[in-house]
T-cell receptor, first 112, second 111 residues
């Protein structure tokens, strides 16, 4: 079964700092990869996705992620975080056609 | 309409009660999902409906009973729950194999 690891459980940054959140998945082959964000009190929203093509994917709000197949990784980056980026971030990978497996999540706190 | 609407937002029930959670989408999505999210944990898949038929049941206890009356609606019937079933229940929908759109969730407390 597919599993997803997010190495950073809690990250604290100051505004304007750069962000990189790690994500590794266990199963090779064809995968669809996602990053979702959950702002405090809000529902899960899609930040970006990778299905195929260019391994560098750009999402909303200045986020991007890079798919490195050889490393089974899909790390999330943002060059300069804002206070409004405070949220929980989940990496997710499909298992089969219909199941989405989530990582344990990373809580990001950005201090103004 | 690009939303998944879940009702109620909050539900408190006793262990002998019967209640239902409801989910609705009008995006024409043919797959609908129930996820359970405990505090500080990731969402865990419970059920998937594809074209209104149950296609995945992740070994969920029978006290949770899903129902998909039509392509826009998904229900989760609850009966004889335990306190450890207290969680945020998330509904999602998608076209098959595509991105999931999540609702805001129903926060369930079982006393």
């Amino acid at each position: 079964a597919q599993s997803v690891s997010q190495h950073n459980h809690h990250v604290i940054l100051s505004e304007a700092a750069s962000l990189e959140l790690g994500c590794n998945y266990s199963y090779g082959g064809t995968v669809n990869l996602f990053w979702y964000v959950q702002y405090p009190g809000q529902h899960l929203q899609l930040l970006l996705k990778y299905f195929s093509g260019d391994p560098l994917v750009k999402g909303i709000k200045g986020f991007e992620a890079e798919f490195i197949k050889s490393k089974f990784s899909f790390n999330l980056r943002k060059p300069s975080v804002q206070w409004s980026d405070t949220a929980e971030y989940f990496c997710a990978v499909n298992e089969g056609f219909q199941k989405l497996v989530f990582g344990t999540g990373t809580r990001l706190l950005v201090s103004p | 309409d690009t939303e998944v609407t879940q009702t109620p937002k909050h539900l408190v029930m006793g262990m002998t009660n019967k209640k239902s959670l409801k989910c609705e989408q009008h995006m024409g999505h043919r797959a609908m999902y129930w996820y359970k999210q405990k505090a500080k944990k990731p969402p865990e898949l419970m059920f998937v409906y594809s074209y209104e038929k149950l296609s995945i049941n992740e070994s969920v206890p029978s006290r949770f009973s899903p129902e998909c009356p039509n392509s826009s609606l998904l229900n989760l019937h609850l009966h004889a729950l335990q306190p450890e079933d207290s969680a945020l229940y998330l509904c999602a929908s998608s076209q098959l194999g595509q991105v999931l759109t999540f609702g805001a969730g129903s926060r369930l407390t079982v006393l």
